[in-house]
């Protein structure tokens, strides 16, 4: 058994790394690909919006037309809360579903985001992947037992169910060499399981197309970047040898489970292998965002309260924090400007909002945001140019250079085809340092590290996303450049199922007409 159409996904595996290492010996079967199969560098919009990568593989369409721009929780225009995006917010139909309607016999396992669907065959999600889309499930319902009953659960802290508690991925570890200890070893089990399952489902019919995903080499980025980059900050060059080789190790133990998969494709299956995105240093630039919008006065925080905040030293303030009884945190957040739900409060100008590794910023925009307080028009645009100044003015503490690569207007950016969901500012900060401590004329000297106990990520995302094909209509013509877009109507294409025009992807030119 086998499929028509086979895609397996690597989430956030870095291409630079499978390189050197298949350079090296150690990754065949992608040193295999990169000879025998179409090799495709990917454009995408991961340096500005960083989560909205598997939304726009799984629809085709770009997330800054959706509304989506932030999986954990993000703003939902008309509403005054933050909250976690659920699948009526938006128009998730993705080509599965499309293939699905169309008669196709369909699987899928935990391609990420993926929305609850009945398919025409099988759909598993968010049992095995970095962050969790909508809650655990399966179609149809019992196929997630049966799941768990052949290949046990999911070994990392990643599902979670509908009324659980607020899910954190891979994050459950603090950080510590002895919280991770165990971590290289709970990849190696993920994988195999992962494994299984997706030979498995494979094997159980003629599939025309079958879609599934390795969260693993997500993990292993995030958590033990600082092992493998003797740069980083964080760098423990006295670590086990299990972790300072933990990446690595991870990426062996995912090329041979990409070995075993394809060696359950027939010979006339076309297959699509998938880096989504990347991975490097995390150096921070986000975490300094709350405190900023409280010095540049667009906070609900009045001018006495920002005025005190701004001379109280970081220790001081997180002394505070911890000895404040919980019924006035709150209250007290509100006064402070660092509100849990600012866009609640009409004292709010502006706020910043949560966009992956990057920065964002939200205006409470009057017609837009239930309370809001800034007009449209000149003073909306008044307040968006200064933002984008003043973040333009942070230099580094230490060095003195500038600290943010882009501060850009997302309705310059995406024009008429931005959705009122995303924020009105975003930041890019450069990746080349360590941005923990600022400082300018207008807000002084502001400083947070990036990674601690609730937060202990020491790698996070790059912008390289590349693809492999091969197969009976694939013309093997090197390595060429597309988007991330495209692999949506390519699988259509390939599956004879017409390509929506609604779609912001093209088929990929390397694919051969068919002669049906």
């Not at 009526?88 to 993926?114: M, N, Y």
């Not at 398919?119 to 399966?138: M, T």
């Not at 919280?179 to 190696?188: C, E, N, Q, T, W």
């Not at 540049?296 to 009045?302: E, F, I, K, T, V």
Request: charged residues 25%; proline residues 8%.
């Amino acid at each position: 058994m086998s499929a028509k159409v086979l895609i397996i996904g690597f989430d956030a595996v870095e291409a630079t790394l499978v390189d050197r290492w298949a350079d090296e010996g150690l990754l065949p079967t992608f040193a295999s690909l990169r000879e025998r199969a179409a090799q495709v560098e990917m454009d995408n919009d991961v340096e500005r919006m960083p989560d909205t990568i598997w939304i726009e593989i799984g629809t085709g369409r770009r997330a800054s037309k959706l509304g989506w721009y932030w999986r954990p929780e993000q703003a939902h225009a008309g509403e005054a809360e933050i909250r976690a995006n659920e699948p009526e917010d938006f128009d998730l139909t993705a080509f599965w579903t499309l293939a699905s309607d169309a008669g196709k016999r369909v699987a899928v396992l935990d391609a990420p985001a993926a929305a609850p669907a009945e398919l025409n065959g099988v759909l598993i999600r968010d049992w095995g992947i970095h962050s969790p889309g909508f809650g655990i499930g399966s179609w149809p319902p019992e196929l997630l037992d049966e799941l768990r009953a052949r290949h046990g659960d999911y070994p990392l802290p990643h599902s979670w169910e509908p009324d659980g508690p607020k899910p954190i991925g891979c994050d459950a570890p603090e950080g510590s060499r002895e919280a991770l200890l165990d971590f290289p070893s709970v990849l190696a089990e993920a994988i195999d399981r992962k494994t299984a399952a997706i030979t498995d489902l494979l094997d159980r019919e003629e599939w025309d197309l079958f879609v599934a995903a390795f969260a693993e080499g997500h993990c292993a980025g995030h958590q033990l970047w600082h092992f493998l980059d003797e740069s980083s900050p964080w760098h423990d060059p006295d670590a086990p040898e299990t972790l300072r080789n933990g990446m690595r190790d991870t990426y062996v133990r995912l090329d041979a489970a990409l070995a075993r998969v394809l060696e359950h494709a027939g010979e006339d299956t076309t297959v699509m292998v998938v880096l989504s995105h990347g991975m490097g240093p995390s150096q921070g630039g986000f975490q300094l965002l709350p405190e900023l919008m409280v010095r540049l006065g667009y906070s609900s925080a009045p001018a006495a309260a920002r005025s005190i905040r701004a001379r109280l030293p970081r220790p001081v303030r997180q002394a505070i924090k911890a000895v404040v009884p919980a019924r006035l945190k709150d209250p007290l957040k509100d006064k402070l400007g660092t509100s849990s739900h600012p866009f609640a409060l009409t004292q709010t100008k502006a706020a910043c909002v949560r966009c992956g590794v990057n920065g964002a910023i939200r205006v409470n925009l009057k017609g837009r945001d239930p309370n809001g307080s800034v007009e449209p028009g000149a003073e909306y645009d008044a307040i968006c140019d200064d933002l984008v100044q003043a973040l333009g003015e942070l230099r580094d503490k230490e060095t003195g250079k500038p600290v943010v690569e882009e501060a850009f207007r997302t309705d310059r950016a995406y024009g008429a085809d931005g959705h009122p969901n995303l924020p009105d500012v975003i930041i890019r900060f450069r990746r080349d340092l360590p941005v923990w401590s600022v400082t300018s004329d207008r807000v002084g000297t502001v400083s947070e590290p990036p990674r601690n106990r609730e937060f202990p990520r020491s790698g996070d995302h790059t912008a390289n996303s590349r693809a492999w094909l091969f197969g009976p209509r694939v013309e093997n013509a090197g390595t060429q450049r597309a988007n991330l877009l495209d692999i949506a109507p390519t699988a259509l294409e390939l599956l004879g199922v017409p390509v929506p025009e609604t779609l912001d992807g093209t088929v990929l030119p390397l694919v051969r007409p068919s002669l049906v």
